[in-house]
């Protein structure tokens, strides 16, 4: 089975999950709960989907093509930006699924001023990881000389 377009639908998942959550923070910043619930638990529904394929399509690469990476061809300023922003986003990736599911159980719970506090921490982070997440996409696949 050809996987190949995995890269792709994660890209379509990280633009989809920064909309819902700017959507979401716009909402709350209306007082609109209930618009500010569908759009963060959208996005967490989009992030743990990208996660989902992204792990099938590492483990699809390394099985299939005896390597699990795509290389950056960029040279100079480009390749440092590019790997500068892969190392940042992997680390920051890490704590996505962490802040989320706290963020949600706490809404939940409806401990608002502690997920409040919680918020201004984690939300930065995973809008972050989101649009770092479509920018090494298009570098990789739309900006990478011999690939």
């Given at each position: 089975?050809?996987?190949?377009?995995?890269?792709?639908?994660?890209?379509?998942?990280?633009?989809?999950?920064?909309?819902?959550?700017?959507?979401?923070?716009?909402?709350?910043?209306?007082?609109?709960?209930?618009?500010?619930?569908?759009?963060?638990?959208?996005?967490?529904?989009?992030?743990?989907?990208?996660?989902?394929?992204?792990?099938?399509?590492?483990?699809?690469?390394?099985?299939?093509?005896?390597?699990?990476?795509?290389?950056?061809?960029?040279?100079?300023?480009?390749?440092?930006?590019?790997?500068?922003?892969?190392?940042?986003?992997?680390?920051?990736?890490?704590?996505?699924?962490?802040?989320?599911?706290?963020?949600?159980?706490?809404?939940?719970?409806?401990?608002?001023?502690?997920h409040r506090r919680v918020a201004r921490i984690g939300f930065p982070i995973w809008v972050y990881v989101s649009v770092t997440g479509v920018l090494i996409y298009v570098m990789l696949y739309h900006c990478n000389?011999?690939?």
């Amino acid at each position: 089975m050809d996987l190949s377009f995995l890269p792709h639908a994660n890209a379509f998942l990280n633009s989809m999950a920064t909309l819902l959550l700017l959507s979401g923070f716009v909402m709350i910043k209306k007082g609109n709960r209930t618009a500010h619930k569908r759009c963060m638990v959208g996005a967490f529904v989009m992030s743990m989907g990208f996660l989902v394929c992204y792990v099938v399509h590492y483990i699809w690469r390394a099985s299939t093509l005896g390597g699990v990476h795509t290389p950056y061809n960029g040279q100079g300023f480009i390749r440092r930006l590019y790997y500068l922003m892969l190392f940042s986003h992997i680390i920051l990736a890490m704590a996505v699924p962490v802040f989320a599911v706290w963020l949600i159980r706490l809404g939940v719970k409806g401990r608002f001023e502690r997920h409040r506090r919680v918020a201004r921490i984690g939300f930065p982070i995973w809008v972050y990881v989101s649009v770092t997440g479509v920018l090494i996409y298009v570098m990789l696949y739309h900006c990478n000389p011999s690939v």
